[in-house]
């Protein structure tokens, strides 16, 4: 009587390590399988985030190049209008024996120059310390390769959660309990992807 209830204890236990086992097994394929899903829906994030951001960031970019162009060109407007102003007051003030027409002119001329001078000076002084352009290309840059660098991570954790799936699902014993799962493909890129996009401005 005693052996039959150790014989029965042992393969209770043994049912229960078995049961065990396999809700284990499948239970670990179930976990494999969600992480796949959470890493390639990383990736699609990632692709998302350079979707949204990139365009924004070059037309952002694309702009203040813009802003800035037309800056310099007020400031080199400006740099000529005091160049002829100069001429004109230095074409007048030469002459000793001034009549009062001329007099008035070279009035006029100097009083202009000190317009010109006055607006070159302001142009300058209010143009070249905001001038960003340089560092907002760089910037530019730099959040490209961030973002190239973020999606590559994420697609080598997406490949690396599908090798831990693929073994699960094909090894044994995970193979006897993976019903309802197929092996998954890891990331491939498209064949264009061997040639790196150009950004245009």
């Not at 959040?143 to 699960?168: K, P, S, W």
């Not at 309990?177 to 491939?188: H, M």
């Amino acid at each position: 009587m005693k052996k039959s209830y150790i014989v029965l204890a042992v393969v209770a236990v043994l049912l229960l390590i078995g049961v065990g086992s396999c809700i284990s097994t499948r239970n670990g394929i179930v976990s494999a399988d969600q992480e796949v899903k959470k890493c390639w829906a990383n990736v699609e994030s990632s692709y998302q985030r350079r979707l949204n951001l990139i365009p924004n960031l070059v037309n952002t970019v694309k702009g203040y190049a813009e802003h800035e162009s037309t800056t310099l060109q007020s400031v080199t407007d400006a740099r000529v209008g005091l160049s002829k102003a100069y001429d004109e007051a230095r074409q007048y003030s030469g002459d000793s024996l001034a009549t009062e027409q001329q007099t008035q002119k070279m009035y006029e001329a100097q009083r202009n120059l000190m317009d010109k001078a006055n607006i070159y000076i302001n142009a300058v002084h209010e143009a070249y310390p905001d001038l960003k352009a340089n560092q907002n290309f760089a910037d530019l840059q730099a959040e490209l390769a961030g973002t190239e660098n973020r999606i590559n991570t994420e697609i080598v954790r997406y490949n690396d959660a599908v090798a831990v799936y693929n073994q699960m699902i094909l090894k044994f014993p995970g193979s006897l309990f993976a019903w309802g799962y197929t092996e998954k493909k890891p990331f491939e890129a498209d064949a264009a992807a061997s040639t790196a996009p150009v950004v245009e401005f």
